[in-house]
């Protein structure tokens, strides 16, 4: 059974840096990245990472953000720098299974940028 376990959400003042965390288990992952949603707006892409660590960003975040990926942990990050309000959302993992190209999705977790 496939999961995606998400954590490092919380309040962060602007300016701030939060790391989000999601570890995946239950096969073997292509692509991984996270998405967020802020209320009223459609989810989209923050940023995305292949097995062969490739990256691409969001121009919202590019030169704040990285993500980065333990292959031998399935494990993905999001380290968020210099935060910004407009970053407030709902983040969430997502994980593109190798063999099946299926796509999983994390429960989420909340970040919160005050002002």
């Known amino acids: 059974q496939v999961q995606l376990v998400e954590s490092g959400g919380g309040l962060v003042q602007t300016g701030g840096s939060l790391r989000l965390s999601c570890a995946a288990s239950g096969s073997v992952f292509s692509a991984m990245g996270w998405y967020r949603q802020a209320p009223g707006k459609q989810r989209e892409l923050v940023a995305g990472?292949?097995?062969?660590?490739?990256?691409n960003y969001a121009d919202s975040v590019k030169g704040r953000f990285t993500i980065s990926r333990d292959n031998a942990k399935n494990t993905v990050y999001l380290q968020m720098n210099s935060l910004k309000p407009e970053d407030t959302a709902v983040y969430y993992c997502?994980?593109?299974?190798?063999?099946?190209?299926?796509?999983?999705w994390g429960q989420g977790t909340q970040v919160t940028v005050s002002s």
């Open positions: 990472i292949t097995r062969g660590k490739s990256t």
């Open positions: 997502h994980a593109q299974q190798i063999v099946t190209d299926r796509a999983y």
